[in-house]
């Protein structure tokens, strides 16, 4: 059974609105995503998830498979679930989540998602980390980390530095930073668990952390944390942000 991918894409991003149908090099953003996840090949069907018409229409368009959802999901975890159920996919069936705003997501690392997952049928989900290049990216909340046990299943995710050195001021203590993983943002779920998460109640600590993964490990679930393969490129949340991709993504078109 061939896994499936979804690009969830709402309207009313915050920072940058309508960020889904920017033109970036006579594309818009969410063009240069289906078009890196269909070059990815191998899935079994690619679609994207919005509640929002413009988007609908823009994406049939260029010829995408749409699915419509509501507009009352809080999480992307919560869409992906009411795709889950228009479609009808099995309960083993594997689903990537691509994000709308990331056109520079490595192909290597998607089918990696897929294969991780499918290789540890004792995990509800997989996901993907980077070395922490630096003790200021270790610090910032803004990026996630994650801590791992000899498995690669997650043992806590956290915008706090983890690990975090306690003898800072010895000579002979580790460095912290060969330990330190950040965290990617993609994921591969079975879509059996994507039924059962959403009937989860949010916990405490994902509410202190707003961290929706861990929601999952709250409740016993376990994640597959792998190396990435490839290092991503930027995502898209702000004006400044667009403009990086568009340049980067210019070096692909014209290397």
Known sequence: MKPVLVIPTRYASTRLPAKALRLIHGKP???HVY???LAAQGFGQVLVATDDERIREVCTGFGAEVCMTARTHESGS???AEVAHLQGWADERIVVNLQGDEPLTPVANLHQLAANLDRHPEAMMATLATAVQSARELADPNVVKVVRDHQGMALYFSRAPIPLRRDAGRADSPPVLDHALR??????YRAAFLRAFTALAPCPLEQLEKLEQLRALYYGYRIHVDIAH???GPGVDTEADLQQVT????????P
């Open 35 to 37: 078009e890196r996840a």
């Open 29 to 31: 953003l969410v063009q």
């Open 183 to 188: 965290h990617l943002g993609m994921y591969a």
């Open 247 to 254: 340049a980067l993504l210019a070096r692909q078109i014209n």
């Open 230 to 232: 490839e290092i991503p």
């Open 78 to 80: 919560d869409r992906l």
